[in-house]
């Protein structure tokens, strides 16, 4: 008689074992698949949350502004709004592939951005 691995006598018994091994088998894969699946999709939540560095340091310069008092609290809470709006226009762009104009509007835009920050805690109003 075949040797059939685990069960030497009984081919019954074996294929039941193998079927059965199969079915654990088929199931692990589809757990990895689901489970790279989550990290892959967690990672790009991850990526598209954090901000570029140039947001960073608006936000920085921001935050000085109001420590140092060069920034009204109504000045602030403008160039947060408009910092708000160019990162949620960052991210849904990242998500959706941007082309090259899009890509120098977003540019032009925190550009702009960084010059109001400089203007406005120039203007010589403070708290």
Not at 4 to 24: D, K, P, Q, V, W
Not at 62 to 90: H, N
Not at 99 to 108: A, F, T, W, Y
């Given at each position: 008689?075949?040797?059939?691995?685990?069960?030497?006598?009984?081919?019954?018994?074996?294929?039941?074992?193998?079927?059965?091994?199969?079915?654990?088998?088929?199931?692990?894969?589809?757990?990895?698949?689901?489970?790279s699946l989550?990290?892959?999709?967690?990672?790009?939540?991850?990526?598209?949350?954090?901000?570029?560095?140039?947001?960073?340091?608006?936000?920085?310069?921001?935050?000085?502004?109001?420590?140092?008092?060069?920034?009204?609290?109504?000045?602030?809470?403008?160039?947060?709004?408009?910092?708000?709006?160019?990162?949620?226009?960052?991210?849904?762009?990242?998500?959706?592939?941007?082309?090259?104009?899009?890509?120098?509007?977003?540019?032009?835009?925190?550009?702009?951005?960084?010059?109001?920050?400089?203007?406005?805690?120039?203007?010589?109003?403070?708290?």
């Amino acid at each position: 008689m075949e040797n059939f691995g685990r069960c030497r006598h009984n081919f019954s018994a074996c294929m039941g074992l193998i079927i059965a091994e199969e079915y654990t088998m088929k199931r692990l894969l589809r757990q990895l698949a689901i489970a790279s699946l989550a990290v892959a999709g967690f990672a790009a939540v991850a990526s598209a949350q954090t901000a570029p560095p140039v947001v960073e340091n608006q936000r920085a310069r921001i935050r000085q502004g109001v420590r140092d008092g060069s920034l009204t609290r109504r000045e602030a809470a403008g160039l947060r709004g408009r910092e708000r709006r160019l990162q949620r226009r960052t991210n849904r762009d990242r998500r959706n592939g941007v082309s090259p104009g899009e890509k120098n509007r977003l540019r032009r835009k925190a550009r702009r951005d960084s010059r109001a920050i400089g203007r406005l805690r120039r203007n010589n109003r403070t708290r």
